[in-house]
């Protein structure tokens, strides 16, 4: 198996092989660029030494040697030679970029013998030294982890002793002493052990560390939130030294061939003169604009320009490049295409169309779907962000930056926030239950102690484009005092603090933000999106504010009507109780009987915002401890409202509790044993249909789909309530309305039998949040407290209520498809679990053979983005 290959072996296609660095250092060495040579050690040597227990394989040994002396012909150079001796970099470098996440090493060559031939031969001993003493501090902290601050520590020592600030005005013999110390804080820390004099023997212990950086932590979270699989293994590049610290016509620096934040045409960058890469990294001294080189060195500036063109046209995209003059000669040292902000997507992949570049189904895969957030939300104004302080961390539940006053409960954010007082207000809550809707709509941010990505509040958050940060246990709050604990700080109701739902940082204090403004660019990529996807994208929506923002962003029609959230407004949730609580069925058909026309009129607001366009109506789903009061005051007032005595309130509550609510009484099972609710639900729904019809002439024909329905009799059972309630309607009131009655498909069973369920149902709609709880076992709830260390011990890569399981969740929907095709070869097939707004559970999607997939309105631009993309790929496969 071949484990290294040199820079002019291989090209830009072997990026698995090589890593990205790797495989753009062949390819620009193929296109004449300068560049310093070396060999890239694959990513298969990477695994290997995985699969080995950490430790390199004789047979990628010795193929490092083999190029090495390689490198050293090309270079006529000899490694750990005593007069000239040839130095090196090792850095690292996996398929998908991940800046700054693993290891570099400079100067990799040098000893004590080295330095002084090196000395001599660059006639500089100064920049001799302060290469080796560099050398040696970063060799002990990568490949010994001996830490960092150690060696700074001494180099503060030094530079105060000597009374100088910078690193610069250390004179040789002040660098020679720091080599002497730096050496023996390596041999103190290494239980006597000297500092390596052997370069191959510094060349192994440093590939060694690249490869174990692919598993450091911050490479794993990296990963994680970049969704990497850790199968990829990373790769390691080895390649001649050049020096951008060798006097004024030497430097380095970094550029892009457009602005990363707004997309605009034109070389954008910074360098230093007389420097290595690391110090414009580490701020030391301020890097000038790359502008600065033209009057520096135009020559190189003209030739870096005249480079950096023919990369992006050979590219045709971006690239971020990082260069080195050394002497006055340039030398590109990476290429590669450079991250951006989503603006900046959108423009560059619309410039390039228009010069040409790229066709506009390359452009639609240039743009990351997920990105697309960034367009929708407000974001952190950046200088106030940078003197924010964070005070905690948690998951970000739902895009966007929120800043305002805490308060404690929906009534107080009702009332102080947006459509009360009008302040900004961030509620905070241990949890959020769904009487708090209001105040969630009130707020501009919700920050929750419990929950995961897929609780209440994220859901709901999400739903409505408001920033949510959940699940922050270190949070210690007290509802009733109104206070809570975090970062060391106590906050009180009217104190202020901010939220990135985004990252799902939490900071202290008013950090301002700014609204997202949408830019033209972006409608054009939205209809290319448009021309090419085949899949059709509803929104979860249920009011005429989110349906009407859906609409805005794109979506065709409504996937997912929750008609439990119609409920939980203030004068509704009462009559909800009664309904739960009644002893009677009349007395449950009174409660009902006085929601109808709530229901109605909220089925009418939507039907006239939607304009015919498709409604996917759900009935009555969740568990029924949702809706009941929890507090002492919720408990005597609704005992006043009943006209019953409160122990006998309190005492059918704790008859209603259950033990596993979400496996509990709810979904189509609430339907079967009261059947009246889905008399009401009907009545309301067929009722505005018709009424919709006398009003505006417009015909609707609503999708009824009833829930968590695992066997085709419960179906049938509901089917039977719905159609003999709607023909009646009908019948009196002479309005042929048509209607549907599908299900979703939400419980393993439900896709083993999706056959017998097809011959009843009209469409299925995955609810992969249910089918995902179910299937794995997690609580949608609560798994969000385990997956963690599910991640940290590589059992998952990803939450998988966020991004499908394919394999598991995924078959059991392919099953479904397979199996309700055989029966009802054109059933309409979507998607309404979280899922449905996740770029990759809609790739899959896609290749599933759904019809459309539904998400919450926010989402809508990044499901159009994904379809195509899907569409795209998927074209190109066959
Ligand atoms: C689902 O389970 O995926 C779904 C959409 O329904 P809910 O989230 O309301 O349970
Ligand atoms: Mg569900």
New binding site residues.
Partial sequence: MKFVYLFKEGNASMRNLLGGKGANLAEMTNLGLPIPQGFTVTTDACNDYYKNNKTLSDEVINQVFDALHNLEEIQGKKFGDNSDPLLVSVRSGAPASMPGMMDTILNLGLNDIAVEAFANKTNNPRFAYDSYRRFIQMYSDVVMEVPKSYFEKIIDEVKSIKGVKYDTELTVDDLKELVVRFKNIYKENMNGEEFPQNPNEQLMGAIKAVFRSWDNPRAIVYRRMNEIPSSLGTAVNVQAMVFGNMGNTSGTGVAFTRNPSNGEKGVFGEYLINAQGEDVVAGVRTPQPITKLKEDLPECYEEFVRLATLLENHYKDMQDMEFTIQEGKLYFLQTRNGKRTAPAAIKIACDLVDEGMITKEEALLRIDAKSLDQLLHPTFDKEALNEAKQIGKALPASPGAAAGYVVFNAERAKELGKGGKGDRVVLVRLETTPEDIEGMVASQGILTVRGGM?SHAA?VARGMGTCCVSGCGEIIIDEDKKEFTLGGITYHEGDYISLDGTTGTIYDGDVKTKDATLEGDFGRIMSWADEVRTLGVRA?ADNPRDTKKALELGAEGIG?C?TEHMFFDEDRIPKIREMILADTKEAREKALDELIPFQKSDFKAMFKVLKGLPLTV?YL??PLHEFLPKTEDEMIKLANDMNVNLETLKNKCSELHEFNPMMGHRGCRLAITYPEIAVMQTKALIEAAIEIYKEDGVMVEPEIMI?LVGEVKELDFVKKIVVDTAEEIKKNEGVNIKYTIGT?I?IPRACVVADEIAKKAEFFS??????TQLTYGFSRDDASKFLNSYYDNNILESDPFARIDEVGVGSLVRMAVEKGKSVRPNIKLGI???HGGDPTSVDFCHRAGLTYVSCSPYRIPIARLSAAQAAIKAKGNK
Avoid: A, K, Q
Wanted: charged residues 30%; proline residues 10%.
């Fill in positions: 897929t859901v979860n997912l929750r759900r789903d969740p829930p979703m939400e995955f609810g992969t949040n249910d089918l309404c679990g979280e």
